[in-house]
């Protein structure tokens, strides 16, 4: 059983379309973290979420982390090919210290 | 500054034959994780070191996986005998932080494939 689920699987788009990417678990996170992994290269990281319904923004990617911290979002306004990858979500559970991530979703992003 | 650096990254090997995987991690990162990736599992964490220190192993599958960090600057993991199973990516990360709270800087990874 994966401890953190994300949806979509996979993704294909339209340059210039909004999409969100979501990442649950029945788990209360201390810390969430968002990652983003291109072909070839290790993940890197986007953003880390602390508190519960906290909304962070980079550009145009929206993070939120849910009221009790069980799960996130990401969504991108207007996507654009150089926004394709794998998006990871990656917790740490509160009391042990681990980071566990997900799977991932795979987003294309066509022009 | 350089980023962490893993050797080789690729690597192709018969069943049987030991595998050495190779890290090195950010200079003054005081963490070091070896993880594993497949598209049927994702990232998985193998083993983790705080100060050179193996904290964490429960993630090694079997005896057949080891891994050693003897400085700051230097990690391998090692698979003997290795099996067609053991084909993934296997990526190296470091962290400033101590345990898992800050922000894993990951290698490029190194792409093994056992036949």
């Known amino acids: 059983t994966q401890l953190l689920e994300q949806s979509p699987q996979f993704l294909s788009i339209q340059e210039g379309e909004n999409l969100t990417v979501y990442c649950n678990s029945s788990?209360?996170?201390?810390?969430l973290q968002w990652y983003r992994q291109e072909p070839g290269e290790g993940p890197v990281l986007l953003v880390t979420?602390?508190?519960?319904?906290e909304v962070k923004k980079l550009k145009r990617l929206t993070f939120q982390f849910g009221d009790a911290r069980k799960d996130s979002s990401l969504h991108i306004t207007a996507a654009q090919p150089g926004d394709t990858g794998l998006y990871l979500c990656a917790g740490v559970q509160g009391g042990s210290e681990k980071l566990v991530f997900g799977k991932g979703t795979k987003l294309t992003v066509n022009p | 500054d350089a980023g962490v650096i893993q050797s080789p990254r690729h690597e192709v090997t018969e069943m049987g034959q030991e595998v050495t995987l190779r890290c090195k991690p950010i200079?003054?990162?005081?963490?070091l994780f070896w993880y594993r990736q497949t598209m049927m599992r994702g990232l998985e964490l193998l083993i983790y070191?705080?100060?050179?220190?193996?904290?964490?192993d429960s993630g090694m599958p079997e005896d057949r996986f080891s891994a050693k960090m003897p400085n700051a600057s230097f990690s391998t993991l090692k698979i003997q005998p290795s099996e067609p199973r053991d084909s993934a990516v296997y990526f190296c990360?470091?962290?400033?932080?101590?345990?898992?709270?800050?922000?894993?800087?990951f290698g490029e990874g190194s792409r093994l494939t056992v036949l």
């Open positions: 788990s209360v996170f201390s810390s």
């Open positions: 070191f705080n100060n050179n220190v193996p904290i964490d």
């Open positions: 200079s003054g990162h005081n963490s």
């Open positions: 979420v602390v508190t519960g319904g």
């Open positions: 990360a470091s962290s400033l932080k101590v345990g898992h709270t800050g922000e894993l800087f």
